[in-house]
């Protein structure tokens, strides 16, 4: 998993059978040029600091389960963070940002 914050958002005109009518978010970890897209389960919006689930896991949060495997997924947001120091562009020092 990795915390981070929405950055923007991917648009397409047609999407693989298991992407219909799923969001897909930009997100970035704020520590490296990484960047990673995610399917948007919990309506982020962009600036919105999230925990994303990367591969089996983020099967899992679409999907919990063995016989989840058919799942066009490789990252999904598993939780909108709550405040709070140590995110993204976060300095570590109490009361930064």
């Given at each position: 998993?990795?915390?981070?914050?929405?950055?923007?958002?991917?648009?397409?005109?047609?999407?693989?059978?298991?992407?219909?009518?799923?969001?897909?978010?930009?997100?970035?970890?704020?520590?490296?040029d990484?960047?990673?897209?995610?399917?948007?389960?919990?309506?982020?919006?962009?600036?919105?600091?999230?925990?994303?689930?990367?591969?089996?896991?983020?099967?899992?949060?679409?999907?919990?389960?063995?016989?989840?495997?058919?799942?066009?997924?490789?990252?999904?947001?598993?939780?909108?963070?709550?405040?709070g120091?140590?995110?993204?562009?976060?300095?570590?020092?109490?009361?930064?940002?």
């Amino acid at each position: 998993m990795i915390r981070g914050r929405v950055i923007g958002e991917v648009w397409g005109a047609r999407k693989a059978p298991g992407l219909d009518g799923r969001r897909l978010v930009v997100v970035t970890d704020g520590a490296s040029d990484r960047v990673v897209v995610a399917i948007d389960t919990l309506g982020a919006r962009i600036g919105e600091d999230v925990l994303c689930a990367l591969g089996s896991g983020g099967r899992n949060v679409l999907a919990p389960g063995p016989d989840n495997r058919a799942i066009l997924c490789d990252a999904a947001i598993a939780l909108l963070v709550d405040g709070g120091p140590g995110g993204p562009g976060d300095a570590g020092e109490e009361g930064a940002g």
